[in-house]
């Protein structure tokens, strides 16, 4: 049964990100989760990107999906994109055109507005911390156009160094940035590399109503396979919900409303996996836009989650392929030394309990030279997606699919 509309709240929580490029080179808060309380005010162009970049989060997730459909599935949508929003300021051609085209954005100077000003708000953010920042080998020259503009609209301030100790100065500034939850986000000796991009951050918060643990109990949970034993977080709080026949959508709100997780929860007779492949903005926005607000009873199973994807084919079937290539990748704007993406992976962390969420995530990607009704609980026991995001906005920075919560307790 589809509800009237009472409160329209985009609901957002974020997790943390971090995304990182590197080029290889031939060349000679507090201690405790706090809570926001801000609004970040976008004109109709920003609006119209926050759209984008939400279809590109599911974009992002169903090309991931379709390798992981018997599996759990996180991703950071909002890392991807900052990751190759700073990556196209340095792509000139059909290297630059492939990445705003799977970004859905025709005009660079917009993508870039709507970054600076989620940066900038970011950046007071006591919930949400992020940084970005661009590495290169004293061996080649940045051209300066492009350090002005990561500083300008991704406050990224711009490193040269040695890149025989590349490796342990950016891991330290990974882990200082995501609060030492990714201590050794780069494996790799990166004497033989020039260039690194990175963007860094780390979200904490309580939720607005916190779940007691007296309360948490063992419930079943009906995985992708089988019935199985967890353990479930149980409240009463107020909830903004939408539900229709086939789905459930409720908005968990996080300390001070900032953030908010929202779980999409389909009957159980809806295939999972067909239900992500036919997610799109347009349908996000409508089922907020008809959630009304109401004190129910919650029961959300407590889950702990790593993470870790190759990014290359998923963005390859998004349509970005020259960036990869030896022959076609165009980094000129960037610097004179020739370059493509050889290696492009995502590693998060994410921890949801009674208390509230703790999460880390970090992108990186290695180059080398161009050679029910509306009074019943909301109990969370059946496979299901999660969103966190920014409530003001509705920018989609985290996704996820859950089919089974073996080995997340």
């Not at 036919?278 to 004190?295: A, I, R």
């Not at 880390?360 to 999660?386: K, L």
């Amino acid at each position: 049964m589809k509800l009237s509309m009472k409160t329209k709240r985009l609901a957002m929580a974020l997790a943390a990100s971090l995304a990182l490029l590197i080029g290889l080179s031939a060349c000679d808060s507090n201690d405790e989760p706090g809570g926001d309380d801000f609004n970040i005010e976008l004109t109709a162009e920003g609006q119209v990107v926050v759209e984008q970049a939400n279809d590109f989060a599911f974009n992002l997730m169903r090309q991931i999906n379709e390798g992981e459909k018997n599996n759990n599935v996180l991703l950071s949508p909002y890392s991807a994109a900052t990751l190759l929003s700073m990556l196209a300021n340095g792509a000139a051609g059909d290297t630059r055109d492939q990445m705003l085209q799977a970004l859905g954005h025709a005009n660079l100077d917009q993508l870039n507005s709507y970054y600076a000003k989620l940066t900038r708000s970011f950046s007071g953010s006591n919930t949400f911390m992020t940084a970005n920042s661009l590495w290169s080998s004293k061996n080649i020259s940045m051209k300066s156009q492009y350090v002005n503009d990561l500083k300008n609209y991704y406050q990224a301030p711009h490193f040269s160094i040695d890149f025989s100790t590349a490796t342990k100065r950016i891991n330290k500034w990974i882990s200082d940035n995501t609060k030492g939850m990714i201590p050794e986000a780069i494996h790799a000796d990166l004497t033989n590399h020039c260039v690194c991009l990175v963007n860094a951050a780390y979200f904490a918060s309580k939720w607005n109503t916190k779940f007691d643990q007296k309360d948490t109990k063992e419930e079943n949970f009906i995985g992708i396979n089988a019935w199985e034993k967890v353990q479930m977080m149980h409240n009463e709080q107020f909830v903004s919900r939408y539900d229709d026949d086939d789905l459930t959508v409720a908005t968990i709100p996080y300390q001070n409303h900032a953030y908010n997780l929202i779980i999409l929860l389909p009957e159980k007779s809806v295939d999972i996996n067909q239900f992500v492949n036919e997610l799109t903005s347009e349908k996000l926005s409508y089922w907020l836009s008809n959630q009304v607000t109401e004190k129910v009873r919650v029961g959300l199973p407590y889950w702990k989650m790593d993470y870790r994807i190759d990014l290359i084919p998923t963005l390859k079937q998004m349509g970005i392929t020259d960036a990869f290539s030896m022959l076609k990748a165009n980094f000129t704007p960037s610097t004179d030394a020739q370059w493509c993406v050889k290696l492009c992976e995502q590693n998060i962390l994410i921890k949801v309990d009674e208390e509230g969420t703790v999460a880390a995530v970090e992108t990186h990607a290695v180059g080398g030279f161009t050679s029910p009704g509306p009074t019943s609980p909301i109990i969370v026991n059946r496979p299901f997606v999660y969103l966190i995001t920014e409530n003001s906005t509705g920018t989609i920075l985290f996704a996820g699919k859950i089919v089974t919560m073996r080995d997340l307790q």
